[in-house]
């Protein structure tokens, strides 16, 4: 039989959007389009390349996505955006089936970027130190969804994973840092975590301004008593961590953090 599918008793075509509606595999990238495409826009056309052949889904090609924002983008009056790009799958309707080509979706709304202080709790749930999809934005994002809810439910505004061995992970939005001294902390890429363009961005920082930053395998007690810590993404580049469940709160006493994000944000073209 021929497979059907309906939207609210609409009959809906099957090729445009059935894998991606029935079982999350598609792939994404969010930027800020500050006046002009991000400094480092290659970057997040290769990590989505990267993540669209990881799941075996067709390319559409670098220059087809970025003709496809900047045409969108002329279309606004408003200068400072985030632009959201999605990979939906289209295919067979078994979800062992191949994908047989992608529809490129584009999202564009007003950047926030007055939110510079935020709160964590740590995420109930543990990830696991070998989830496949740990280094990719795909669609399937319901364990961040769940865990950001409970957060804002608890009366914070993010969650901070932890994997089986309670090693720290990342937030559900972004990679995470923390200052003790004269050194700036992150756990490494062999933790099962996103690789982060404005992570590399900040350790990139680090490095040319002479500032110590360890990549490492860390337990949560490694956050006790930090001077500063903060997250970061592309969206938003370095947002503070101002408390974490109520126990950790920063000291905020050093001067490294605001010369870190003083230097991204010239970097990125922000300032």
């Known amino acids: 039989m021929k497979e059907s599918i309906y939207f609210d008793q609409e009959p809906v075509g099957v090729a445009n959007i059935n894998r991606s509606v029935l079982f999350g595999e598609g792939v994404f990238e969010t ?3 500050k006046n002009k495409l991000p400094v480092f826009f290659d970057k997040h056309l290769e990590r989505l390349r990267h993540s669209a052949s990881f799941l075996s889904l067709e390319y559409p ?45 584009v999202s564009i709304k007003e950047n926030d970027s ?5 709160s964590l709790t740590i995420a109930q749930t543990r990830k696991s ?29 993010d969650a901070l994973f932890l994997d089986h061995k309670d090693l720290v992970l990342e937030t559900t939005s972004g990679n995470i840092f923390w ?15 996103l690789p982060g363009i404005t992570r590399g961005l900040v350790i990139e920082t680090c490095n040319k301004k002479g500032i110590k930053i360890v990549e490492g395998d860390y337990e949560l007690g490694s ?13 938003k580049g370095i947002i503070e961590v101002v408390n974490v469940d109520n126990l950790i709160r920063p000291t905020r006493t050093q001067k490294i953090f605001p010369v870190i994000k003083n230097a991204l944000n010239e970097a990125l073209g922000w300032d």
């Open 179 to 193: 200052i003790k001294g004269s050194s700036i902390f992150t756990p490494s890429l062999s933790c099962e975590i």
């Open 31 to 33: 930027f800020r389009y």
């Open 114 to 118: 007055n939110n510079d202080e935020i």
């Open 223 to 235: 956050i006790l008593f930090p001077e500063a810590i903060f997250i970061t993404n592309a969206a």
């Open 61 to 105: 090609g670098d220059a087809h996505i970025q003709s496809l924002i900047e045409n969108f983008v002329k279309q606004h009056k408003i200068k400072d955006l985030t632009v959201k790009v999605v990979l939906l799958s289209s295919g067979e309707g078994f979800y062992f089936g191949k994908s047989d080509g992608v529809v490129v979706v």
């Open 129 to 157: 130190n070998s989830h496949v999809l740990a280094k990719h934005k795909t669609t399937n994002y319901l364990s961040s969804i769940i865990e950001r809810k409970k957060a804002i439910e608890k009366g914070f505004d």
